[in-house]
């Protein structure tokens, strides 16, 4: 299993001094963040798009190519690119540069976007939120296949037999699509044989099992290749030293973030008493001591069989010492005690299958 850290960058007051950084100082330790998941070994690291004043980054594949020189083997993923609202061209071209940048450990994780903010921002009406992502997804996998393209839709101004530079250091740019629990996406995803980001950040996991099931039977009905199977689960978490002490430094932040969410959206506060029952061995919540974050883990694990587990860190501003530190706990604990678990003969392989 690859292991790895997503974050939406976010730049929220700290909640124990009321403390905002500057811009240039949260992209600072950002990458030293990227640095330091790589120098650990950790797999992946991916970066979300934003375009709200919460939310430092608006163009992942821009920070993406800056982490791309100072790494070596981490590989570098946006998480998500909008790519209803972008234009399909331009995010291959830019990642095409990650990768270059990279030697080929550039991906795209491209979703329609739980945020509709750059759908007004670009021109983009949200009746349109399907066809559109439906009908660039289908541009992006013609250029990653082809040099020279011929295409024509509805959202987009056709090309006629035009080259698209640079191409990727590899062949291809690995293309995955995020879905947060929608069946249609789900089927898309595996009817297209691409790999499948499941993000699980509310609830009880167990009840995401149908839709990796899903994924599973209709990918296999395609006809697509077992050994290409991927598929990853992203969940919100934090680590310390012992559970208390991670419990009450995530709660802020976490609360914050995920109460002011609440209000623009319609869900009720984030309390204490809810925070602790996500935090349950059967919750969403990858929040307590290495140990606890390793049975998460492999609980989800035995639920779903991916292939691919994503901790996004950071949903609230935390001090920069500390997400050093939980970064340190995966990459140095938490990792190898899950990878080590799953390589043991009655692992995944079966579940996937």
């Known amino acids: 299993m690859e292991i790895g850290i997503t974050t939406f960058v976010e730049n929220t007051p700290d909640p124990t001094n009321g403390n905002l950084l500057s811009p240039q100082e949260r992209l600072s330790n950002l990458l030293e963040e990227v640095e330091l998941a790589d120098q650990l070994g950790l797999d992946v690291f991916g970066i979300g798009e934003h375009h709200r004043s919460d939310y430092l980054v608006s163009s992942p594949a821009v920070v993406l190519a800056a982490a791309a020189v100072r790494t070596k083997n981490i590989k570098l993923s946006s998480a998500v690119t909008v790519l209803s609202s972008d234009d399909p061209v331009r995010v ?4 095409a540069h990650v990768d270059l940048l990279s030697k080929g450990r550039a991906e795209i994780m491209a ?19 399907d066809t559109l992502f439906t009908e660039k997804l289908e541009l992006l996998l013609e250029l990653n296949k082809n040099e020279h393209v011929t295409w024509e839709g509805k959202h987009r101004p056709a090309i006629k037999n035009r080259g698209v530079y640079p191409r990727p250091y590899g062949q291809e740019l690995p293309i995955w699509i995020a879905v947060g629990g929608t069946p249609a996406s789900v089927v898309r995803a595996a009817s297209l044989g691409l790999p499948m980001a499941l993000a699980i950040i509310g609830g009880m996991p167990d009840r995401f099992e149908p839709f990796t099931d899903l994924y599973k039977e209709t990918y296999k009905k395609a006809g697509h290749d077992p050994a290409r199977f991927q598929l990853a689960i992203n969940s919100h978490g934090y680590i310390s030293e012992d559970s208390q002490k991670a419990a009450d430094e995530f709660y ?4 914050q973030v995920m109460s002011k969410l609440g209000r623009e959206r ?73 990878k080590k678990a799953v390589a043991k003969p009655q692992s995944a392989e079966g579940k996937q299958q």
């Open 266 to 338: 319609g869900w009720s506060p984030m309390s204490r008493e809810h925070y602790e029952l996500m935090r349950q061995p059967q919750g969403s919540l990858l929040v307590g001591s290495p140990q606890q974050v390793i049975d998460k883990i492999l609980y989800e694990y035995e639920l779903f069989g991916n292939t691919r587990f994503l901790l996004q860190f950071s949903v609230g501003t935390l001090p920069h010492k500390k997400m050093l530190h939980a970064i340190e706990l995966l990459g140095t604990v938490v990792a190898p005690a899950v």
């Open 252 to 255: 802020g932040p976490y609360a």
């Open 111 to 129: 979703g329609r976007g739980s945020f509709i903010e750059s759908f007004p921002l670009f021109g983009y009406d949200l009746k349109d939120y």
């Open 92 to 95: 291959f071209q830019d990642f």
